[in-house]
């Protein structure tokens, strides 16, 4: 039976490894070892902008997460920020691990001038980050663990939540939440003069 839990660092294994299967699973098969750190990278990236972070188990097993980011309450996970700030550095002297950190500044920067375009500082609270097993998507986890997220911020006295998205997720997953889809960008220039192929998206909810 699946169960919500409250984040801690015992967790941060599982976690990152259900983020490394979603995202970061490409290339060799067997020279992983990098993008399990770039996995990390990332939900360090993710956390340390959080309030709130909760996960759901299923048979004793991480199966999804979610972060979330209030404005009346600081960032908890300070530990977090250092490790982040260390594991870039660290990174970013290898050249297969430049690419990537490339990739998360792209999308740094495209949410960035997304909140330029449409900006979001009214909004209560935030859905920082989602990620469901693909394997178990379907059977409610989702939804379950935003419902129990909005209860939390509510309770706290939130009267709106808001979230950032990109075609490379199932944004679609939101409308059928009865979240509203309120601003529409497309990509600004990857490095190199490449243009994102992607369009961003702010969703609100009114609690």
């Not at 309120?182 to 998206?201: C, I, M, N, T």
Request: proline share 3%; with cysteine; glycine share 6%.
């Amino acid at each position: 039976m699946a169960q919500i839990l409250k984040f801690n660092y015992s967790l941060l294994p599982e976690v990152c490894a259900l983020l490394h299967r979603i995202w970061f699973e490409y290339g060799n098969p067997k020279k992983q070892f990098f993008n399990k750190l770039l996995a990390v990278h990332y939900f360090l990236y993710c956390l340390k902008r959080s309030s709130k972070a909760y996960c759901i188990t299923d048979s004793n097993a991480v199966t999804g997460f979610i972060l979330l980011k209030q404005k009346s309450k600081k960032p908890r996970f300070f530990m977090s920020k250092i490790v982040f700030k260390v594991l870039g550095g660290f990174l970013s002297l290898f050249a297969q691990c430049r690419e990537g950190l490339k990739v998360h500044a792209l999308y740094a920067y495209n949410y960035a001038k997304l909140q330029q375009y449409y900006p979001t500082d009214k909004y209560d609270a935030e859905i920082v980050l989602l990620i469901i097993d693909p394997k178990l998507q379907g059977k409610g986890l989702g939804r379950k663990l935003i419902d129990f997220a909005i209860k939390k911020v509510r309770k706290e006295g939130a009267q709106n939540v808001f979230l950032l998205t990109d075609t490379s997720c199932n944004y679609k997953f939101y409308d059928l939440l009865m979240f509203k889809q309120v601003a529409k960008r497309k990509g600004g220039y990857l490095y190199e003069g490449q243009e994102s192929p992607e369009y961003f998206f702010v969703y609100e909810k009114n609690l």
